[in-house]
């Protein structure tokens, strides 16, 4: 490289050829001084990167993230979502949740083809019950005599009023941030080879159906109101079937899917207006019953109280306000 640089060096000094080869001499120098630059750390065994090792399990990573937090869009939704184990045996205490809520949040209509059904629904303050926050807290069902706090011991060290309820807790849950015209799905459980679903119609009519390849879930739907409250509505669906290609039409084109079908039951949709704070709840009707045992029974044991069962929580955690309110 260097007896290479020294030729091109005199090439240029000399008089004819510094002429003729004037254009192509100063790409060729300054390439040159490039490679012998980048050469020069590797020949002296030094690297030009840096390894940093991937933080192991348990590990402290050092000094938090110094990143803004991220920040919800002024059209989107952010709500925290449970489904909450009902302890077996613990009766007394699934009463005293209910008697807190305030079921009437619903039309009249709507409660009454939700108990025909076998499901139970309302709206929490933001205060939530001292069961609740018990079962919040534990990590599955339990039915052991002085399980939880000790007697005498609040549910939770910040009380039932703590503004985050769903943050301190084992049993795991969501946070969605939802923007209006979209939906969120909220699987029940695992799929089932065979289920049979009975529906009572609104003329007391049994309406039954078997379906293979079967999934429960709830479609969460949310709307935002001018008066800084939120419409959420709550959609139970049955998927069914082996996936198929449809073709699907969306923003003027059509575009191929694959999805199973649905069977989606438009009567028993639960709407309720939420305050930021406010939490949705639907459980079971007791005894349970019908699609409400399909969609959130619990064990099936004889020894389990016809209160045990899964409670579902859909808590408005954020929302943007309506400038128009600024």
Request: net charge positive; hydrophobic share 40%.
């Amino acid at each position: 490289m260097a007896f290479s640089l020294r030729r091109l060096a005199e090439v240029r000094r000399s008089g004819p050829a510094r002429a003729r080869l004037a254009p192509c001499l100063g790409p060729l120098l300054r390439l040159g001084c490039g490679l012998a630059v980048a050469a020069a750390p590797l020949a002296g065994g030094c690297s030009l990167f840096k390894h940093v090792a991937w933080p192991s399990a348990g590990e402290e990573v050092g000094q938090p993230s110094e990143l803004p937090a991220p920040r919800l869009a002024d059209n989107a939704l952010g709500f925290e979502v449970a489904f909450v184990e009902t302890p077996p045996r613990q009766r007394d205490r699934a009463l005293e949740v209910w008697r807190r809520v305030d079921e009437q949040a619903l039309s009249r209509e709507s409660r009454r083809r939700l108990a025909a059904n076998g499901f139970r629904g309302g709206v929490l303050s933001d205060s939530l019950p001292a069961p609740l926050v018990q079962w919040l807290r534990q990590d599955g069902p339990t039915d052991r005599p002085g399980a939880g706090p000790a007697a005498g011991e609040a549910a939770d060290s910040r009380g039932a009023d703590a503004p985050r309820p769903f943050a301190a807790r084992s049993t795991p849950y969501r946070i969605i941030r939802l923007r209006p015209g979209h939906h969120a799905e909220l699987v029940t459980g695992p799929p089932v080879p065979s289920l049979c679903a009975r529906l009572a119609e609104n003329d007391g009519a049994i309406r039954s159906r078997t379906f293979t390849a079967a999934q429960c879930r709830f479609e969460l739907t949310a709307q935002p109101e001018p008066d800084g409250r939120t419409r959420v509505t709550l959609t139970p669906e049955i998927q069914h079937g082996q996936p198929r290609q449809n073709w699907v039409g969306e923003g003027g084109m059509f575009r191929q899917v694959t999805e199973r079908e649905v069977w989606r039951l438009e009567d028993l949709a639960v709407t309720a207006v939420l305050s930021p704070g406010q939490t949705l709840a639907l459980g079971l009707a007791d005894p349970p019953r019908g699609l409400g045992q399909v969609f959130l029974g619990g064990a099936d044991d004889d020894d389990v109280s016809p209160s045990a069962g899964r409670l579902l929580l859909i808590r408005l955690a954020e929302r943007k306000t309506d400038p128009l309110f600024h």
